[in-house]
């Protein structure tokens, strides 16, 4: 059941009559709802705008939430609900501070008559729209805080540090799935050319587990920085790894691997006095 | 006793990542040494990859089992996807038609103490894996 234009128009104008009563009573139910952790200032700054917005929609004509004349109202919800994403407030409570207007608005309406009725009822589709139009929003804000914070551990979790003259270390953390190992053997290729390393250690310290796939990232990795004249080392193989590693039949040829860090430094310093001597 | 059974859809990387979790979770809480827990979430994560690869996604259930002697626990693998034509040649070291070491399948089998694979061309595979605590 939509709402006709005349009840729009109708509804409109109770909104501006009873516009004071209405903002009180709508900010009342939002701040019990959220108890305290908005101030009630706050609130009752977003319920005015809210109002503005539902009320020149209704003025302008709007019978249904994604016409023309709730363009503003839809700019205004969907900044609200950004703004409670970010707050880190849930999709309910976003919501629910919409739906807060059909009961605010049931205090103000007059009489009981049959055509206010059916007028509560096409204003309450109203208010459900704009509610989920908020619960979209919100959903929307947190799928790109999620890609933007997995985009920036992608980041974080690959740093090429420099451990000694000619050697640097990659630490790898956590998963390595085909994307990070990417990221990974172009940060190290690129080190090496800047730096100028013969050595490079990749420790696994922080792997959980070295399936195939991982493997044969890194032996990719380990052949990429050979054909740039550097050796690499694989270190913080553990005991539990390399029992796992036996058993899959991963082979890493002729590349060295040690148990910890330090035992890959001291070989890679070892080798750079031979070569030096 | 048997413990409810966990089961993960199989359909990204991502969910390879849920399986590999999921196994080490219950690998812990089942008592499993930590060689014994690396080895279980390692075949895991060959099989459930295949799984994806292979078999174009599928299911993963993970279940607590008693012999009454020891305890352990078993991973279903099942996809709808081609299945094997030559099974003894995708149990070869070193074939695979995918472009990886070829290792996945054969490893995970020395990696748990029981596995048992069902397939037909066509009609998708299924592999059951156990892996008792000692």
Redesign the interface.
């Known amino acids: 059941m939509a709402l006709e234009p005349d009840e729009a128009s109708r509804l409109a104008a109770l909104l501006e009559d009873k516009q004071e009563e209405l903002v009180g009573a709508w900010t009342d139910r939002v701040a019990q709802s959220l108890r305290g952790r908005l101030s009630r200032a706050e609130l009752q700054r977003q319920t005015t705008e809210l109002r503005k917005g539902f009320q020149s929609a209704l003025a302008g004509g709007a019978t249904d939430l994604t016409q023309e004349a709730a363009a503003e109202l839809r700019a205004q919800l969907s900044d609200l609900s950004t703004g409670r994403a970010r707050q880190g407030f849930s999709a309910t409570e976003t919501a629910v501070s919409l739906f807060a207007l059909k009961e605010a608005l049931l205090g103000v309406l007059d009489g009981g008559d049959a055509g206010n009725l059916r007028e509560y009822v096409a204003f309450s589709e109203f208010v459900d729209a704009a509610a989920l139009f908020t619960f979209d929003t919100y959903v929307h804000v947190r799928e790109s805080l999620i890609a933007d914070q997995a985009e920036q551990l992608l980041e974080l979790s690959t740093p090429v540090v420099k451990l000694w003259d000619g050697v640097v270390a990659v630490p790898l953390v956590g998963?390595l799935?085909?994307a990070r190992a990417q990221v990974v053997m172009e940060r190290l290729l690129q080190t090496l050319v800047d730096t100028g390393s013969p050595y490079a250690i990749i420790d696994i310290t922080g792997v959980?587990?070295?399936?195939?796939?991982v493997?044969?990232h890194i032996l990719k990795t380990v052949v990429a920085a050979r054909l740039m004249g550097a050796d690499c080392i694989i270190s913080g193989i553990r005991?539990?790894?390399a029992?796992?590693i036996v058993?899959?039949?991963?082979e890493f040829g002729d590349i060295a691997t040690k148990a910890s860090l330090a035992d890959a430094l001291r070989y890679a310093l070892n080798k750079t006095r031979t070569r030096e001597s | 006793m048997s413990d409810p059974v966990e089961r993960i859809a199989v359909s990204t990387?991502q969910d390879v990542?849920r399986v590999?979790q999921l196994v080490?979770t219950i690998a812990v809480s089942a008592k499993l040494s930590?060689?014994d827990?690396?080895?279980l979430?390692?075949a895991a994560?060959?099989l459930a990859?295949n799984t994806l690869v292979y078999g174009g996604g599928g299911t993963v259930e993970v279940t607590r089992v008693d012999n009454g002697r020891r305890q352990g626990i078993r991973i279903v693998f099942a996809d709808q996807g081609p299945g094997i034509a030559d099974l003894d040649l995708a149990l070869t070291?070193g074939y695979t038609t995918g472009g990886?070491?070829g290792?996945?399948l054969?490893?995970?089998r020395?990696?748990v103490d029981e596995f048992d694979i069902e397939t037909a061309v066509g009609q998708g595979t299924s592999i059951t894996v156990t892996k008792w605590c000692r």
């Open positions: 998963t799935d085909s959980p587990a070295v399936d195939t796939q493997a044969q005991p539990q790894i029992q796992t058993a899959l039949g991963i | 990387d990542v590999r080490r930590l060689v827990q690396t080895k979430v390692t994560s060959e990859r070291d990886g070491l290792l996945g054969s490893g995970a020395r990696l």
